[in-house]
């Protein structure tokens, strides 16, 4: 299929970044939207939304999936059900990090039925999937950062299930309260921009900022130094994130502030654009076009911004990390 013209002139050419690394390819499993809809309302978006434009919906999420392809990422699928329309939203189906499968557990009955079909994938796919004993939206709220994983609570997960996942991983869970209704899950107000770890504590990303948008090498916060610490295994303050401070408790906040004192600080404006809700391989950064401010500081830092509009999804709730599924 063709590209929509906004993926095709953010394609990066080696012309105006020469010099930098490329980055490590990821796996992603995602779900096609033949049964997406908004059929309930279990946030605030779905309230307010707009009938789904469905063949609209279909030919955005096919432009994120080529946007992956075309930058060298490895796509996987899992079949939808019928009667299950959030099922597109994979990213809420596990926490996979060295290969472990951490499942969900969800906390809408409407949506229950997807942490079994999801379990199924990974189990025909070879992997052991661990089922939660409390309420757990995978990557929704569980983020790995670093050496640790930061977890959402607030709306979804609950803070048993962080005990569980650190029990589960032997990873720092650090909690993090989400105190507005809009960012329900942590992956609308937070995201890693570089130093995702997988378990045998090498760095799966390369470091982010390198070159300006005129492809001169700047030296900022974030693209020095490596992602791999001495023993081999980043830390917290080695991954960098962005996120939108006024998602989360003061306490949250100034966690938030203490780990990732370089952080990229989006706008409301911005996180409302689902512009956090945004998949970044350490360079390129799959992010919603709306989301300008962000798309201009991450230019800024040396990250090669990658739009691409999911507004149809937007009405449920979801964008484009709420689609994809990391497999580490
Ligand atoms: N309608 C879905 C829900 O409310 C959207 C899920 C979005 N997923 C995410 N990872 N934030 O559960």
Known sequence: MSLPADVLTSVPTTASAPHLPAPAPRRYLVCEPRHFDVQYAINPWMRAAAPVDKALASRQWEALISAYREHGHTVETVAPVAGLPDMVFAANAALVVGGRVFG?????????????????????????????ESPCEGEGDLVPAGRCILAGTGFRTSREAHAEVQEFFGLPTIGLRLVDPYFYHLDTALFVLDGTVTMDGTAAATTGAATTATG???????????????????????ANIAYYPGAFSSGSREV???????AVIATRDDAMAFGLNSVSDGRHVFIAPRATGLIDQLTHRGYVPVPVDLSEFHKAGGGIKCCTQEIR
């Open 216 to 238: 001169e090498a700047t030296a900022t916060a974030t693209d020095t130094p490596t992602v791999t610490a001495p023993g081999g295994t980043p830390t917290p303050g080695e």
């Open 256 to 262: 938030l502030r203490h780990l990732f004192p370089d």
């Open 104 to 132: 969900s557990s969800f906390r809408a009955v409407q949506r229950q039925p997807e942490a079994g079909a999801y379990a199924t994938w990974f189990e025909t796919a070879g992997y052991d999937v661990h089922r939660p």
